[in-house]
Nanobody, 119 residues
Framework: QVQLVESGGGLVQPGGSLRLSCAAS????????MGWYRQAPGKRELVATI??????NYADSVKGRFTISRDNAKNTMYLQMDSLKPEDTAVFHC??????????????WGQGTQVTVSS
């Protein structure tokens, strides 16, 4: 079992920055990949992922503006968001994919944190 708790969301003006955090607990050694997803009315998008080996991927819409990282000592994943745009407004969810018994993967989600970009 893995528990994920997001924090760091809030209200920011266009062009501003926020850093989201996702704290993992439980069987964190089973996590193979973590990522950030965002959901808004009519949209659900994979924003960024990071593997256990440190490889990262980004959606085209955030390349050059967002950076995903992790601190293994703190069991925490981060999403640094710069040059924010109103269209970035969404609920951001932390996600983790784990290796479970019987060779199957588990999928876990955080509760979400609201990001609002507005003047």
């Amino acid at each position: 079992q893995v528990q994920l708790v997001e924090s760091g969301g809030g209200l920011v003006q266009p062009g501003g920055s926020l850093r989201l955090s996702c704290a993992a607990s439980g069987n964190i050694f089973s996590i193979n990949r973590m990522g950030w997803y965002r959901q808004a009315p009519g949209k659900r998008e994979l924003v960024a992922t990071i593997t256990s080996g440190g490889s990262t991927n980004y959606a085209d819409s955030v390349k050059g503006r967002f950076t995903i990282s992790r601190d293994n000592a703190k069991n925490t994943m981060y999403l640094q968001m710069d040059s924010l745009k109103p269209e970035d407004t969404a609920v951001f969810h932390c996600n983790a994919v784990t290796t479970e018994a019987m060779g199957r993967n588990g999928v876990y989600w955080g509760q979400g944190t609201q990001v609002t970009v507005s003047s």
